[in-house]
C-alpha cells in the first residue's frame, strides 16, 4: 500500500531504462518509496552483450548482468523479478500484479509510474514457431536456453531469420560452436539501417565466412518431429536443427494503451522531452518510448540500450522532483560481423529520400592507417547531405578497424547541424599507427565539398 509520507515510484520494467530512472530517482530525492517490477529472472543487464556470452567470448551468461536485486535493495529499491503487471489503473493509481512462480495476483498502488517494459523480438507467425529448437534473443534466460541448445543438441546446421544486428552477431556466435548457417532475409539485403551497396559489405563478409545468405526469402513454416529440422523460406528447403528468429523488435505496449497511454506515429508511447506520457504522474523510457530523431525533427523509434539508459536517467530524475531533458538523439549504430564492423547514424540515402530530402552523396574508400603501416585495412564511408545546403544527414561505414571511432565523429557532426563543408574541415587526430594523414572521413567530405 503507498505511504502516507512518502510518494511510491513503481517502475514496470528492470532493464536499462528502468533501473537507470529508479536508481537516479532515488539518489535525486531519498525519501522516495521505489519499487520495480520485471517480468523475467534478470535485471541490470547488458542485453548487448548476450550474443557474444552465447559464442563463449564471455565466460558466462550471467556476467552480463551488472547489479542485482540485492545491491539494489541496499540502495533502498525493491526489486521484485518474476512478476508481471497485468493491468494499469491510472485514474486509482493503482495496477494489478502476477507473481508467476506462486500464481498469486495482487494490487499495488503508485503515487508516480514509469512505464519502461521494452520491446519484444518478433515471432514470425508461420507453422511450426513453437517447436523446439527455435529461439529468439531478448533478455538473459533466451541467452541460456539457446547455449544450452548448443551444448545439450550439438546442433551442426542452422538457420537465421532475418539479417538485421541480432541475426548477424548470432551468426558469428552460432558459427562459433561449429553450426553450418543459412541466413535468410525477406527483404533484397542485409541490414536495412544501411544502403544496399554498404550492405554488400556485410554479406560479403558472411560468405567469407561459410554463411549461405539468402535475400527475398520470407519464412513461410518450419518442421520437424519433436523438435525443429527445417525451414521453408522463399520456397526452398533449408535443414536446420537449432533455428533463430532475429525478424526484429516491436516495442511493448499493450499495457499502455489498455490504461489510455498515447502512443505516437512509430507505435512507440509518445513522450515529450521530460519522458512524460500524455497521462499526469506516467513517464515512460527505453525500447517502449519514442525519441526525437534530431535529424528529421520526428518521434523515431531506435531500440538501442544507449538511449535507453539516457532516457531512464533524465525520467528519473524528474520523478525525484528535478528537471531533466532528453534532447534526442541520430541513431547511432554499430555492430561486428566475423572479421568487419559496420556502422551506420543519421539517416540512409533511403530513408532520407523517404523523408522528401533531396539528397546528394559520396562514397570513399581510404585506409585505416598509413599506408607503409602494417596492417592498415581499407575503410569504406558513405555520407548523405542535402542539396543546397550541404547539411550532413548521414553516414555509413564499413571495414576491419577503426569503424565505431569515425561512426562517432559523424554522429557528433549531426548532433550539431554542420554542413560536409565544417565536417571536412575538422582537425582529427593523426599517427601512422591509427590513421592516414587524409583520415577516411576527411577523404568523403573532401568529396562532397567538390
Same mark, same amino acid.
Given at each position: 500500500? $503507498? $505511504?502516507?509520507?512518502?510518494?511510491?515510484?513503481? !517502475?514496470?520494467?528492470?532493464?536499462?531504462? %528502468?533501473?537507470?530512472?529508479?536508481?537516479?530517482?532515488?539518489?535525486?530525492?531519498?525519501?522516495?518509496?521505489?519499487?520495480?517490477?520485471?517480468?523475467?529472472?534478470?535485471?541490470?543487464?547488458?542485453?548487448?552483450? *548476450?550474443?557474444?556470452?552465447?559464442?563463449?567470448?564471455?565466460?558466462?551468461?550471467?556476467?552480463?548482468?551488472?547489479?542485482?536485486?540485492?545491491?539494489?535493495?541496499?540502495?533502498?529499491?525493491? !526489486?521484485?523479478?518474476?512478476?508481471?503487471?497485468?493491468? =494499469?489503473?491510472?485514474?486509482? %493509481?493503482?495496477?494489478?500484479? &502476477?507473481?508467476?512462480?506462486?500464481?498469486?495476483?495482487?494490487?499495488?498502488?503508485?503515487?508516480?509510474?514509469?512505464?519502461?517494459?521494452?520491446?519484444?523480438?518478433?515471432?514470425?507467425?508461420?507453422?511450426?514457431?513453437?517447436?523446439?529448437?527455435?529461439?529468439?534473443?531478448?533478455?538473459?534466460?533466451?541467452?541460456?536456453?539457446?547455449?544450452?541448445?548448443?551444448?545439450?543438441?550439438?546442433?551442426? &546446421?542452422?538457420?537465421?531469420? /532475418?539479417?538485421?544486428?541480432?541475426?548477424?552477431?548470432?551468426? +558469428?556466435?552460432?558459427?562459433?560452436?561449429?553450426? $553450418?548457417?543459412?541466413?535468410?532475409?525477406?527483404?533484397?539485403?542485409?541490414?536495412?539501417?544501411?544502403?544496399?551497396?554498404?550492405?554488400?559489405?556485410?554479406?560479403?563478409?558472411?560468405?567469407?565466412?561459410?554463411?549461405?545468405?539468402?535475400?527475398?526469402?520470407?519464412?513461410?513454416? *518450419?518442421?520437424?518431429?519433436?523438435?525443429?529440422?527445417?525451414?521453408?523460406?522463399? #520456397?526452398?528447403?533449408?535443414?536446420?536443427? =537449432?533455428? =533463430?528468429?532475429?525478424?526484429?523488435?516491436?516495442?511493448?505496449?499493450?499495457?499502455?494503451?489498455?490504461?489510455?497511454?498515447?502512443?505516437?506515429?512509430?507505435?512507440?508511447?509518445?513522450?515529450?522531452?521530460?519522458?512524460?506520457?500524455?497521462?499526469?504522474?506516467?513517464? $515512460?523510457?527505453?525500447?517502449?518510448?519514442?525519441?526525437?530523431?534530431?535529424?528529421?525533427?520526428?518521434?523515431?523509434?531506435?531500440?538501442?540500450?544507449?538511449?535507453?539508459?539516457?532516457?531512464?536517467?533524465?525520467?528519473?530524475?524528474?520523478?525525484?522532483?528535478?528537471?531533466?531533458?532528453?534532447?534526442?538523439?541520430?541513431?547511432?549504430?554499430?555492430?561486428?560481423?566475423?572479421?568487419?564492423?559496420?556502422?551506420?547514424? #543519421?539517416?540512409?540515402?533511403? &530513408?532520407?529520400?523517404?523523408? #522528401?530530402?533531396?539528397?546528394?552523396? !559520396?562514397?570513399?574508400?581510404?585506409?585505416?592507417?598509413?599506408?607503409?603501416?602494417?596492417?592498415?585495412?581499407?575503410?569504406?564511408?558513405?555520407?548523405?547531405?542535402?542539396?543546397?545546403? #550541404?547539411?550532413?544527414? /548521414?553516414?555509413?561505414?564499413?571495414?576491419? +578497424?577503426?569503424?565505431?571511432?569515425?561512426?562517432?565523429?559523424?554522429?557528433?557532426?549531426?548532433?550539431?547541424?554542420?554542413?560536409?563543408?565544417?565536417?571536412?574541415?575538422?582537425?582529427?587526430?593523426?599517427?601512422?599507427?591509427?590513421?592516414?594523414?587524409?583520415?577516411?572521413?576527411?577523404?568523403?567530405?573532401?568529396?562532397?565539398?567538390?
Amino acid at each position: 500500500m $503507498s $505511504s502516507k509520507t512518502n510518494e511510491r515510484v513503481v !517502475v514496470i520494467g528492470g532493464g536499462a531504462a %528502468g533501473m537507470s530512472a529508479a536508481a537516479k530517482a532515488k539518489r535525486g530525492n531519498p525519501s522516495l518509496e521505489i519499487v520495480s517490477y520485471e517480468r523475467s529472472g534478470y535485471v541490470s543487464y547488458g542485453a548487448c552483450g *548476450l550474443p557474444y556470452a552465447i559464442k563463449g567470448e564471455i565466460a558466462r551468461v550471467e556476467d552480463v548482468v551488472v547489479r542485482t536485486p540485492a545491491q539494489f535493495a541496499k540502495q533502498g529499491i525493491a !526489486v521484485f523479478v518474476r512478476h508481471e503487471v497485468l493491468a =494499469i489503473d491510472p485514474s486509482a %493509481g493503482a495496477l494489478t500484479v &502476477r507473481n508467476l512462480d506462486s500464481g498469486e495476483t495482487f494490487v499495488d498502488h503508485f503515487d508516480k509510474l514509469l512505464i519502461a517494459a521494452g520491446g519484444s523480438a518478433s515471432r514470425i507467425p508461420v507453422p511450426g514457431a513453437d517447436m523446439p529448437g527455435v529461439f529468439t534473443l531478448r533478455n538473459v534466460e533466451d541467452a541460456l536456453a539457446i547455449k544450452a541448445w548448443l551444448g545439450d543438441m550439438r546442433p551442426t &546446421r542452422g538457420v537465421i531469420v /532475418g539479417g538485421g544486428y541480432i541475426g548477424l552477431e548470432l551468426a +558469428e556466435a552460432l558459427a562459433a560452436h561449429g553450426v $553450418s548457417l543459412t541466413v535468410v532475409e525477406r527483404l533484397p539485403q542485409l541490414q536495412p539501417s544501411l544502403d544496399v551497396e554498404m550492405a554488400a559489405h556485410v554479406q560479403a563478409e558472411l560468405e567469407r565466412q561459410g554463411v549461405d545468405v539468402r535475400l527475398e526469402h520470407g519464412v513461410e513454416g *518450419l518442421s520437424g518431429d519433436e523438435r525443429v529440422r527445417e525451414v521453408t523460406a522463399g #520456397g526452398v528447403r533449408f535443414p536446420a536443427e =537449432i533455428v =533463430i528468429m532475429a525478424a526484429g523488435v516491436r516495442p511493448s505496449v499493450g499495457l499502455a494503451c489498455a490504461a489510455g497511454v498515447a502512443l505516437g506515429p512509430t507505435g512507440a508511447i509518445a513522450v515529450d522531452d521530460h519522458q512524460r506520457t500524455n497521462l499526469p504522474g506516467i513517464w $515512460s523510457a527505453g525500447d517502449v518510448a519514442e525519441s526525437l530523431n534530431l535529424v528529421t525533427g520526428k518521434p523515431t523509434w531506435v531500440p538501442l540500450g544507449t538511449t535507453a539508459n539516457k532516457q531512464g536517467k533524465v525520467a528519473g530524475e524528474n520523478i525525484g522532483g528535478g528537471d531533466a531533458r532528453f534532447g534526442g538523439i541520430v541513431g547511432t549504430s554499430v555492430v561486428k560481423i566475423f572479421d568487419i564492423a559496420a556502422a551506420s547514424t #543519421g539517416l540512409s540515402e533511403a &530513408r532520407a529520400q523517404a523523408e #522528401g530530402f533531396a539528397v546528394k552523396t !559520396v562514397s570513399a574508400t581510404a585506409g585505416s592507417r598509413a599506408h607503409y603501416m602494417p596492417g592498415h585495412q581499407p575503410i569504406h564511408v558513405k555520407l548523405v547531405y542535402e542539396v543546397g545546403t #550541404g547539411r550532413l544527414l /548521414g553516414g555509413q561505414l564499413v571495414g576491419r +578497424e577503426g569503424i565505431s571511432k569515425r561512426v562517432d565523429i559523424i554522429a557528433t557532426a549531426l548532433h550539431a547541424g554542420w554542413t560536409v563543408e565544417q565536417l571536412s574541415e575538422l582537425d582529427l587526430a593523426y599517427a601512422p599507427p591509427f590513421s592516414p594523414v587524409w583520415d577516411p572521413i576527411l577523404v568523403a567530405a573532401n568529396l562532397a565539398k567538390k
